[in-house]
């Protein structure tokens, strides 16, 4: 059984950091395409990062997010920095059987989520 499960969200201050981790069972992450996601209250899912290879970023993240993974502990991290109230939403990682890609429908597992809240 596949499973990706998420764990580093919390409560920080806008110009704070955060590291979170996705970890998974029943599958090789290095063999994937990994990407994260977001979901603010009343808002659609988005996308924010995405590694294979090469990385990928939204435009609204890029210079403050890393991802990165360490395929001995078949993790993906997503280190936030200088985060802002509006990084404040549920942060979903997901794996994708094909090419990096910014598009939610493309991957085939996806974690639990776990909430980011950035206080202003």
């Known amino acids: 059984q596949v499973q990706l499960v998420e764990s580093g969200g919390g409560l920080v201050q806008a110009g704070g950091s955060l590291r979170l981790s996705c970890t998974g069972s029943g599958l090789t992450i290095s063999s994937y395409a990994m990407g994260w996601f977001r979901q603010a209250p009343g808002k659609e899912r988005e996308f924010v990062a995405s590694i294979r290879g090469i990385t990928y970023y939204a435009d609204s993240v890029k210079g403050r997010f890393t991802i990165s993974r360490d395929n001995a502990k078949n993790t993906v991290y997503l280190q936030m920095n200088s985060l802002k109230p509006e990084d404040t939403a549920v942060y979903y990682c997901?794996?994708?059987?094909?090419?990096?890609?910014?598009?939610?429908?493309?991957?085939?597992?996806w974690g639990q989520g776990t909430q980011v809240t950035v206080s202003s």
């Open positions: 997901a794996a994708n059987w094909g090419l990096a890609s910014r598009l939610d429908n493309q991957y085939d597992y």
